[in-house]
């Protein structure tokens, strides 16, 4: 059974990573306004593993732009562990934004002629104050460490899988140690083992105390989620915990039994 959230008000209450209140985002188009967010209210606290679900042209995906900085909302408050986004210029939206989010995409956005160390040690070239090239080295090694690839440091992205791609990608995205990992639909490149593999490896790095927020239109990949969120028209129309998430090692595990079998009929 899935547990209904309770609404926030507008302060951001103690605790709340990710604090939204009546945000809105509208576009022009020729002489007609598109109102793609209509008044979204949310907060996530720390630790939390957040599905944000919706058809095409729900609005979820220019929430999940607002979040990340890419987008700026019509109007509305935007609390980013308790920094009101909206006073914020925009060498201090990129330095914020360096300093808390990660991103995660379903193209993985790798350099195809950089090795994969290379490819995860480019957010660290941007990085106030300078991090030396050693030092970006051994980070860009234990993040790759950290998602299973600490073998294949010096690939190219043409001699990995998609799912070490994406593996390679969320390195990259973790190098910073951000506080939230924001990602927009990861597995949709992906075929079902490698999501269930991509999924599990979320649910590890949520178990380490990380905060994500995940995008997706698919609903067997939101069960790995400890939350579900559901948008249509660019409003929430439901936000409940998930009581009964899916834990990609069984699923994995269920995997290989069904294959086993189909091996043996």
């Not at 995860?120 to 299973?148: D, F, I, K």
């Amino acid at each position: 059974m899935n547990t209904p959230i309770a609404s926030t008000g507008a302060a951001p209450s103690a605790g709340a990573l990710l604090k939204l209140h009546d945000l809105t985002r509208s576009f022009v188009s020729g002489e007609v306004e598109v109102k793609a967010v209509r008044g979204i209210s949310l907060e996530i606290v720390r630790g939390e593993f957040v599905a944000i679900m919706g058809a095409s042209g729900s609005g979820k995906s220019t929430l999940m732009n607002m979040l990340g900085f890419l987008d700026q909302p019509t109007s509305g408050e935007y609390w980013l562990d308790g920094t009101d986004v909206a006073g914020l210029n925009a060498r201090q939206r990129a330095a914020l934004r360096s300093r808390k989010l990660g991103f995660v995409f379903q193209s993985f956005y790798l350099l195809s002629r950089t090795s994969a160390l290379e490819n995860v040690e480019l957010p660290l070239l941007y990085t106030l104050p300078l991090v030396m090239p050693r030092e970006r080295h051994r980070r860009a090694g234990t993040a790759l460490q950290e998602v299973g690839l600490a073998a294949r440091v010096n690939h190219f992205p043409s001699e990995l899988s998609g799912g070490q791609q994406q593996r390679v990608a969320i390195a990259r995205a973790l190098v910073n140690k951000p506080e939230i990992l924001l990602a927009d639909e990861p597995t949709g490149n992906l075929d079902t083992r490698t999501s269930i593999e991509i999924m599990g490896l979320f649910q590890a790095l949520n178990d380490n105390g990380l905060t994500i927020v995940m995008v997706t239109h698919e609903l067997d990949i939101a069960a790995f989620c400890k939350r579900v969120v559901v948008m249509r028209d660019g409003r929430i129309i439901s936000d409940t915990r998930n009581d009964a998430r899916h834990i990609a090692a069984r699923e994995l595990a269920t995997l290989d039994a069904a294959e086993q079998q189909a091996k043996l009929a």
